[in-house]
């Protein structure tokens, strides 16, 4: 059993394996339906509504690390659905990535993607908004602040983290529904690696904090063993 005490630094098979870009889009199509079975992109798409109001349209809005481009679909759905106009653009380190979310995505969503490491992302035009999910467990403990500080840099709305909690619970979760829901084997697995490397809410205020980002501007909300960590800036 993983102590869930601290983060493991146990890597995902993604993370390590050299995938065929079919072997690739099997993985990510499975990840992307297991998410939304799990109402993942909700508190994503809650947020936003608080984040448009009272702002300039159209908004612009990165979704970093958008693997199958899954929740930026689902922003353009929630989006046109209240008639806001909205830029999207997605950003993912991996090309096969982003040309399995490319050939996922319709073209009458008009979604942008870029192959680009975040860290090196200097966007040409104003981002509004900065979206992330089921990415900053990746991180180690120094690209974590640092990739706070960028969004903090970049947004000029807002950003918001949307990622697992560390919790027994929901790594034992993932592996029962996984199983019957007959999810790809490899994402069952990844996703229990996921939780054990995965932040408790008390375990980002200091990275909050570490990123030179005033604690108290940040909200951190729990929904359904998943942790969204959020600023919304005047």
């Known amino acids: 059993m993983p102590d869930f ?34 109402l993942g992109h909700r508190p994503v798409l809650t947020w936003l509504a608080k984040a448009r109001r009272g702002g300039r349209e159209p908004l612009t809005l990165i979704d970093v690390g958008c693997g199958y481009g899954d929740l930026l679909r689902a922003i353009r759905r929630w989006a046109n659905r209240r ?22 995505t319709p073209a009458s969503d008009d979604i942008e993607y870029l192959v680009a490491d975040v860290f090196n992302l200097k966007p040409a035009v104003r981002i509004d908004l900065i979206v992330s999910s089921l990415v900053a ?12 500080r960028w969004m903090e840099k970049t947004a000029q709305r807002g950003w918001m983290i949307a ?26 697995k990844d996703g229990q690696i996921s939780v054990t490397r995965a932040l408790s809410a ?11 980002i005033d604690p108290q ?10 942790l969204a960590v959020s600023r919304l800036k005047d």
Do not use: C
């Open 5 to 38: 005490r601290r983060r493991s630094r146990a890597l995902e098979w993604l993370d390590t394996a050299s995938p065929t870009r079919e072997e690739r889009a099997a993985y990510l199509e499975s990840l992307a339906w297991f998410n939304g079975v799990m």
């Open 83 to 104: 008639g806001i106009a909205m830029r999207l653009i997605g950003v993912d380190i991996e090309r096969d990535t982003v040309a399995i979310a490319r050939d996922a």
């Open 137 to 148: 467990h990746h991180l180690d403990g120094e690209h974590m602040p640092a990739f706070l």
């Open 163 to 188: 990622d697992l909690e560390r919790h027994p619970f929901s790594y034992h979760a993932i592996g029962l529904v996984g199983r019957l829901l007959r999810i790809h084997p490899l994402v069952v």
């Open 202 to 212: 008390q375990d980002w205020r200091p990275v909050i904090a570490a990123a030179g």
């Open 217 to 226: 501007a940040v909200q951190i909300k729990w929904f359904l063993y998943r």
